[in-house]
């Protein structure tokens, strides 16, 4: 189970270490539960050759909770995830393999994390994912008398044996009211405690795309479908007059069912099997392009030869291929088994059962033709908010800059001082470089979101019961932080090499930020204190704002841009510093004159020339950032394109079909016509008019069946209605053109009948 802090809105994915100790000390539904840090930090792991790793701080009992037994060595206990504990590391299979050759003399001996001795005691079995995942497990050694109050830590639980969801609700959500009773300040009067299946948990934010890819598969397996079922009654039309004489010397109805069912498997097991290796191939296509944050996505399989496909997708393929062979060949099988022998052995076999398969036949087109039409509105859907994200304005300027990280996870940089220091070092250095502008630190890049703080507006009175007047994204930067992203100066000042931590405090508000709390007034040198009350790592000083700046949208994208606030560097308190770099990396920003990639070795060499400790990672451009940020829309963009493309295809196929059938079945009936006097454009009329009632039918039923489908779509859409008009009208009129020349192929053929030809025709 997922525990997490939850508000009307919506759910919290994070608490802080008093309700964490509360929670597990004052539960009775689970058997264990553990705390972890939210995101993991990095770790400059040692050696000849250094390189950071993920890593994340856990509780004794995480091992407990996700059933993560070491294959060597051991895990560490409750004695040793206690403040002043020993270092201790718990090696992932994957680091330990790729790291350390599988040496199991490596247990016992000692690892340089971030210039600190740890000693390995376990190796995680090779099957363990932990999420987020991580190379490197270290004590979290929590103070359970600790006052933080910040929310940078995961909790999860297993329920004990029979214990149900609701009930561990029940009584969880007992304990967040006696955790608010006892500390009235500690904890938000909306807030309350939610257990969250660990897969809702993981999925949460992807299911709605996983049930509507889910849906758009079924979609185009129904048309496909559809098309086989028009194939199998056109041949049992066809087939008329055999299966009556067979009928007529001997042959029961069910041997006559067998018969055509053993068929319709036959075609349907090969496709399938043609299908799971064609599945195969484009899984290893899909995982290629597909976004990094997919849960549990590297788990899947994507072999090209049958007989390394998983087993349970194997029988997955086969049991809907049987049922597909069985479902959509048995009406047509029924049909034909029970022929009447005399009027059947009568006709010519041509036109035998020509009309009680035409209404089954254009009702499969019928719904080929709403079935596309929903899936084309809703990719053409995405495809217009994907769209329009894309040309959102951020609030900075993201082409010529080069984003890295490096951990200071240390007892070498606990201190702001220290960290003040290195970050001048490394701006001088790295500014100095040919072709860099400018180079800045920060806590995070936006817009991956960021640390939300609360405030309080020195001179103001609080509303009865409220201890904040606002929270809002907090962040540290540099004299150049605003150079280097080109966020633009409106009121005020920025930062300068004067603003250090011996200096007078001081603050840059965001301009939505100075809108909704100084709606009518100049915020430039009013106060504000961030964070009092939160406990001892924020204890910050008040601050005078001495500048506004554009708003950025810190938080992706799709969110409305941020309120926000900036203090420099060597401001930051001492705890705060301590704790950001225990939980989070520390980004640097450096805006270049060329393409910035072709800085990025100079940049890391600088690095190591200050601390050879300082292995830089996850080195990218801020336009990648940008279109990492927009990977899950587009990869949810481009499947449901290729689905609607699939089923546009497959749909024209179907109308084809049936039309062309139909030209053929009435070549007899044409040639009469013509030989009365009907001329070539009367039968095309004839015959378009006839495919496009069947099209202008299906796209009608297929609007309303889009009007009330993509209401599903709401929360994937950006700037765009999930109704929207435009999209409707301009996607069933590319559906009916397409539907119009499937028709207009086998209409052209019937005006080029020769009549005497015809009315030989049988």
Known sequence: MQLARKYPDGIGDSTSIPKFVMWKQQNRVFDAVTAYDFAGPGLNLGGDVPEQVKGIHVTAEFFAVFSADPVVGRAFNAEEDRPGGPRLAVLSYGLWKRRYAADPALIGKSINLNGDPYTVIGVLAQSFRSYPPA??????????NSTNQGHFLAVAARLKPGVTIQAAQAQMKVVGEQFRQANPDWMNKNESVSV??????????????????????????????????????????????????????????????????????????????????????????????SPGDIPRAAELTSASLLGSIDISVFAFTLAVSLLTGVLFGLVPALQISKPDLNSTLKESSSRSSTGRHHYARSALVISEMALALVLLICAALLIRSFAGLRGVNPGFDPHHVLTLQVSLNGSG???????????????????????????????IIPPEGGVDLPFVIEGRPLAAGDKFHGDVQWRYGGPHYFSALKIPLLRGRLFTEQDTGKAAPVAIISEAMARKFWPNEDPVGKQVTIGRGLG???NDATRQIVGVVGSVRQEGLSKPPSEGIYIPYGQVPDGMTLLANKILPVSWIVRTKT????????????????????????????DQVLTETTARQSFNMLLLTIFAAI????????IYGVMSYSVEQRTHEIGIRMALGAR?????????????????????????????????????????????PVTFGSVAAILAAVALLACYIPARRATKVDPIIALRYE
């Open 413 to 443: 940089y606990s201190t702001t001082s220290r960290v003040e220091l290195l970050s001048k070092q490394l701006m001088e250095r790295i500014e100095n470089l040919p072709g860099v502008e400018a180079a800045t630190p920060s806590i």
């Open 536 to 538: 001892p790592e924020f």
């Open 135 to 144: 190379d490197i497990y270290i004590p979290l050694q929590v103070d359970p």
């Open 680 to 724: 070539g454009n009367d039968m095309l009329r004839l015959v378009v008019g006839q495919g496009m009632r069947l099209a202008v039918i299906g796209v009608g039923a297929g609007l309303l069946a889009a009007f009330g489908l993509t209401r599903l779509l709401a929360s994937l859409l950006f700037g765009i209605k999930a109704s929207d």
């Open 647 to 654: 089923a546009l295809m497959l749909a024209a196929i179907g």
């Open 595 to 622: 393409e910035p990639r072709s800085l990025s070795g100079a940049i890391e060499r600088e690095f190591l020339a200050v601390d050879r400790q300082l292995t830089v990672a996850n080195i990218r451009t801020l």
């Open 196 to 289: 969250i299946p660990l897969q809702e948990s993981m999925v949460g934010n992807t299911r709605l795309a996983l049930l509507v890819l889910t849906g758009a598969v079924g979609f185009v397996l129904l048309i496909a479908c559809a098309n086989v079922a028009n194939l199998l009654l056109a041949r049992a039309a066809a087939r008329g007059k055999e299966i009556a004489i067979r009928t007529a010397l001997g042959a029961g109805r069910w041997r006559v069912v067998r018969q055509l069912l053993t068929e319709s498997l036959l075609l349907s097991t090969l496709g399938g099997v043609l299908g799971l290796l064609l599945g195969s191939w484009g899984l290893r296509v899909l995982l290629a392009i």
